[in-house]
């Protein structure tokens, strides 16, 4: 392969990568966006939803389609129940009790995901089994290209309902101000439910793209802190930039294992995106699409 040609595969594999990496970053982003409530278990709401399609598939032997439906179905209970036992009693506190919980949270998922689906193999069949693609000269995976034509897809329909339904106009009153949103007849409960049953519904899509294209679930818990670079560059409370900040850090991280990595054989690709990250808050601290929070005193 020539260096052109090189060059431009690493930049194609980084933006697959990319688009799921931008499906994980919005189960972030969807639950700040609409409750400013931070969730600090990323890596362990998209772990144990991928276990959960593992053992539908593997362990109840329904296939890839019904571990689908089963991890959807646990996860939207598992949402309900802790919007239901913690979010509600959270309401009005401070942030850094919200914070604890999520880390909390995440903490007990991941020590449940290991005794609950103990023997339960973690892979899931790939989707598409086909030799490389050779588009321009350039060799992509077929399971990476449909991986993320399904992420675009996810986030397009994402944008949507939030900016097309009266659900998504409701959720973004309540991340406007809760105290007007309730004034007007809002019922902060449902809606911060409905929130983290969309977060968990992500967490399914988000898990199943990114264990069917490593081609195991490894590396999962580690995907969650890829998300902190993403949605800081993006902007916190913006679909397009997080879709934008994932793009970048996918890139990013595919150059660095391209060219610097077989150089220096330090692992420099996994620490990158945090030098982005670093970046990004010296030249623009809100984020490329995020807006600054003016307050008077």
Not at 121 to 131: F, G, H, K, N, T
Not at 132 to 151: E, F, H, Q, Y
Request: hydrophobic share 60%; proline share 3%.
């Amino acid at each position: 392969m020539s260096e052109r040609g090189f060059l431009a595969f690493l930049v194609v594999d980084g933006a697959l990568a990319g688009c799921v990496y931008a499906l994980v970053a919005l189960v972030f982003v969807v639950v700040y966006k609409a409750s400013r409530m931070m969730n600090f278990a990323v890596g362990e709401w998209v772990t144990f939803a991928a276990r959960l399609v593992a053992y539908g598939t593997h362990g109840l032997g329904l296939g890839l389609a019904g571990g689908l439906g089963v991890g959807c179905a646990g996860m939207a209970a598992l949402a309900v129940a802790f919007n239901a036992t913690v979010v509600r009693r959270l309401i009005g506190r401070p942030l850094i009790s919200l914070i604890m919980v999520t880390i909390g949270l995440g903490t007990l998922m991941r020590g449940a995901a290991a005794l609950v689906f103990a023997g339960v193999p973690a892979d899931l069949p790939r989707a598409v089994v086909l030799d490389p693609l050779v588009i321009a000269g350039v060799p992509l995976s077929p399971n990476r290209l449909v991986a993320a034509v399904i992420a675009v897809v996810s986030i397009a329909v994402l944008g949507g309902f939030f900016n097309g339904t009266r659900t998504g106009l409701a959720l973004r009153a309540v991340a406007g101000d809760q105290q007007v949103a309730m004034a007007v007849g809002i019922d902060l409960r449902r809606y911060f439910a409905i929130t983290w049953v969309v977060a968990g519904v992500l967490s399914v899509l988000a898990g199943t793209l990114w264990t069917v294209v490593s081609g195991g679930g490894f590396g999962l818990p580690l995907l969650g802190f890829k998300v902190f670079p993403i949605v800081i560059v993006g902007g916190l409370d913006s679909i397009l930039g997080t879709v934008v900040g994932a793009l970048v850090v996918g890139v990013v991280e595919s150059l660095a294992a391209g060219y610097v990595d077989p150089v220096a054989g330090s692992g420099f690709s996994q620490v990158s995106a945090y030098l982005v990250l670093v970046a990004a808050l010296l030249l623009r601290p809100h984020g490329l699409f995020g807006h600054r929070d003016i307050r008077r005193l």
